[in-house]
């Protein structure tokens, strides 16, 4: 599901490689890279039984430290000339243990036009760091079409475990051990060049990677949280949270919450999607911050949480539909601001008798007073199951993302 290759030029303007240096092979910077694979003991003499038939698959990028050439240098010339016959795209040194890299190194590497980088040895460049960087920055560049079908099956069918987890691995290939997902959901058309924009931002961004996808004619944005960005991410100061708040200005965004396992991808979506459709302004919010909707989304649903609510607010449709009334929006409104009258007043910009009229008319019609508690919760408890199945609605009716 991935691109097919990516360039070494390409791979190294990416922020986390620009760190390493080139010492021979410009020439070969236009390399196909396809994989990434690490040698450790492979070459060395005494393994030569053992791996006999090691090869790296053409178009690798191979990583090494040479740990076993410390002690004979023609073994570095050795692994050159056989890599660089295997077709891999190029090499990389961390040279941790201090080994002299004579300089026919460089000549053959530019001989070749076999590309060498090197790079420090510190903990963001960790082998296993370097392979995981390399995965996900090729998986950013994949179709999104693809994810978005992946998306579709992990949010509509019902799945086995371990065909789960293999396609949130699709998805999101270096998933971490604690993540989280956005969705993005524009109020109005976003052209494509802000949507390439938008990918591109993500490509940019620094560690920890993140991947996104179109998903209809929203955005998925995946992140894996460490101890480095977790204050960032949760608070959406991160870099590239307030780079795609800029580009996507008019846009609701919801947040799931903070998930543990791999498994987990399918719940965290949904959560970003139910936030974001009930998010009815241009900003976050997160899935936490629901309260009671975190309850009724699971069950609203169930048409005996649809008959309660159709028998409660009907009426009041009703009315409004023939008086040309506003005793819903005065409903809603007075549901959203927490039964407070005088912050209704000022949202609304209506005085309070008119408001208090029209609640009486609805309390005339359902035989439910907003001023009794227990009858308030009646009403409160009818909207926001109606809210919860309008948003289901507005999930289903977001369109196909266009492909441009």
Partial sequence: MTS?????????????????????????????????GILEYQFAPEMKTRYHFTAFAEGTLVLTSFMYAVDNEYLIGDAL???????????????????????????????????????????????????????????????SSVKEKLADELLNQDLGREELIHKTLLIYPSIGQHYRADFYLPHEPVPSETWREVVSAVWDAPRPFKTCFRYRAGLFLLHTLDATCWSEIAGNTDETV?????????????????????????????????AAAINRGSGFLRYDALGTYRILLRAARDYRM????????????????????????????????????HQLSEKLQQHENTLRQRMARVASLTGLDFR???????????????????MYDRI?????????
């Fill in 4 to 36: 097919s290759v990516i360039t070494l030029k390409e791979l190294f303007k990416y922020p986390y490689f620009r760190d390493f240096t080139l010492i021979g092979g410009v020439e070969g910077l236009s390399r196909a890279v396809k994989e990434c």
């Fill in 242 to 274: 307030l780079k795609l708040r800029r580009l996507l200005p008019n846009c609701a965004v919801g947040i799931s919450l903070i998930h543990h396992m791999p498994d987990g991808l399918p719940a965290a979506m949904e959560e970003a999607l139910q």
């Fill in 306 to 341: 649809q008959e309660f609510s159709d028998e409660v607010l009907q009426p009041v449709f009703f009315y409004d539909a023939e008086e040309n009334g506003r005793l819903i929006q005065t409903l809603f409104g007075l549901v959203e601001c927490g039964r407070n009258l």
């Fill in 81 to 143: 000339r056989r890599l660089n016959a295997m077709g891999v795209a190029g090499l990389v040194i961390k040279n941790v243990y201090h080994i002299h890299l004579p300089e026919s190194v460089t000549r053959f590497a530019n001989a070749a036009k076999f590309p060498i980088f090197l790079v420090e040895e510190t903990p963001a460049y960790a082998f296993s760091e370097v392979v995981r960087s390399f995965y996900e920055i090729l998986d950013l560049r994949s179709d």
């Fill in 372 to 390: 009794n508690i227990e009858q308030y919760e009646q009403l409160s408890m009818a909207v926001k199951i109606h809210q919860c199945i309008a």
């Fill in 396 to 404: 289903a009716a977001i369109p196909e993302a266009e492909r441009n």
